[in-house]
């Protein structure tokens, strides 16, 4: 379970606070970001002293959030990876959606599973209600062992325009068709407030650690570019390889 596991905000506050118009989430997606559209505004992200200021500068505050832990349900690879990946992003985000979908499967076969990467997921409810049920609902697949299984549910969801006001309901398909094996312990898990309080204190956390965009992927370290693209971001990883 989440190391900021404590009652926060409300959400109306959460929103209010970090007001986001997530750029690649509020643009000309159709219907498939629903409340996104609605609830955003724009959040639109050594042998010399110098070299390690430099590299220190480099650094995105985002890193901090990092959760580290060995056994973590929502990472994938070896927790000593030479090559740490932390990614931002929000189930409502057709971005997302497209990232998980389009490069997500090769960050995998060709990097996390080789023991190159380690990705840690970061699941956000920046862009509304509906976002947080689905992180929400998504940790309490976790919590059995299914969490990958789980997102592979809403993502393409996401793209079809499926998760606009989400219910309990379809919470609860997502997780029968995940394999989440206790279905009731599920439930109980979504109903309540912790998981969703959960969810608004890391949002909160990391729109003040500088979060400006979902996806946002960081790369030892940094902020990666363009990583809905696999010829520009796959490289950055390269890099840290060489």
């Known amino acids: ?91 409502s985000c057709p971005h997302c959606s497209n990232f998980h979908e389009n490069v997500l499967p090769k960050l995998q076969s060709d990097y996390i599973d080789t023991g190159k990467v380690r990705l840690e997921v970061h699941d956000l409810g920046v862009l509304g209600e509906d976002s947080v049920k689905m992180s929400a609902a998504s940790r309490a697949a976790a919590d059995q062992g299914r969490y990958f299984e789980y997102i592979d549910q809403l993502y393409p969801a996401t793209l079809n325009g499926e998760t606009r006001g989400v219910d309990e309901d379809k919470l609860v398909a997502w997780a029968e068709a995940a394999g989440v094996p206790d279905i009731d312990a599920f439930r109980e898990a979504i109903s309540g407030d912790d ?48």
């Open 1 to 91: 379970m989440n190391a900021f596991r404590r009652p926060v905000r409300s959400l109306a506050a959460l929103l209010a606070v970090g007001a986001f118009a997530l750029a690649g989430c509020a643009g000309d997606e159709g219907d498939t970001s629903g409340s996104a559209e609605e609830s955003a505004a724009s959040l639109t992200a050594s042998s010399s002293g110098e070299e390690d200021a430099s590299a220190a500068a480099d650094e995105s505050p985002l890193v901090a959030l990092a959760r580290d832990t060995a056994d973590d349900p929502r990472a994938l690879g070896e927790a000593d990876a030479p090559v740490q990946v932390l990614l931002f992003t929000d189930p």
């Open 195 to 242: 998981l969703a309080a959960n969810v608004q204190f890391d949002s909160e956390a990391a729109t003040n650690a500088g979060l400006k965009v979902v996806p946002t992927v960081i790369v030892n370290g940094k902020e990666a570019e363009n990583v809905e693209e696999l010829d520009a971001f796959l490289p950055q990883i390269d890099e840290q390889l060489d």
